[in-house]
């Protein structure tokens, strides 16, 4: 009798090291969100790959033009009292180092 290449199991049913995998993949699809706190502050860190850097940007630590193809993060706060659509309009793009010493 021919083999059958069929999964034995419902499509919709996952492995726990298969949920895990999508979890993983997820958190590399967002670029490590993090969330720092600074000066009793909370804020929300998210680093930018060099090719995912497209566009000039001012870094408010240096006064300096963050270039096309500079890695760097954006910072905005996390627990401000404006909301979330206030503090996501306030965001910033820093230098890496900037950031670290700020």
Do not use: F
Not at 49 to 75: T, W
Not at 85 to 90: I, K, N, R, V, Y
């Amino acid at each position: 009798m021919p083999r059958s290449n069929r999964p034995r199991r419902p499509r919709g049913d996952r492995r726990p090291d298969e949920v895990e995998e999508s979890v993983g993949l997820d958190r590399l699809m967002s670029g490590w969100k993090r969330t720092e706190v600074r000066r009793g502050r909370e804020y929300a860190v998210q680093p930018i790959s060099a090719a995912s850097a497209q566009k000039d940007y001012l870094c408010p630590g240096c006064g300096l033009i963050i270039e096309p193809g500079v890695a760097h993060v954006v910072v905005w706060r996390a627990d401000g009292v404006l909301g979330d659509a206030a503090d996501l309009a306030s965001r910033r793009h820093w230098h890496n180092h900037c950031w670290r010493t700020a």
